[in-house]
């Protein structure tokens, strides 16, 4: 605020003793909605390629792109829950000063894209 009309200054929030490491919070949240938007596209796109070719494909393969595409949006969309709650609790354990990594989120993510990586390797395989 201007000193020179007056006002006066608002005292610091708790959130403003630690603008960096909220600042990066808000970045890391970011790149992993980025993240879900990729995924989710990925699923459209197999989906929608898939179906192109028609002719060529098997009823296998038919069962297969449909399972990959539903799988790749709702891997997105639990990536967007996941990093919001994990956003949430990390404003807090900032504040407080108890920060810990979220080791658990991230292997749960790993573990679910590792699947549907599978998923595209049989899909190749059986195309």
Known sequence: MNKDKGEERAAPTEESKYIQQH????RTFLAW???AIAIIGVG???TNLHY???????????LLATIIGL????LG????ILAT????KKINT???????ASKKYIITLSVFIAFISLMFAVYFIII
């Open 44 to 46: 459209f796109l197999v």
């Open 52 to 62: 192109t070719m028609r002719q060529t494909l098997s009823p296998a393969g038919d």
């Open 23 to 26: 600042l990066a919070n808000e």
């Open 71 to 74: 799988s790749s949006v709702g």
């Open 94 to 100: 900032i504040n407080k000063q108890t920060f810990t």
């Open 77 to 80: 969309i639990i990536t967007i």
């Open 33 to 35: 909605i980025r993240t």
């Open 85 to 88: 709650v994990v956003y949430l």
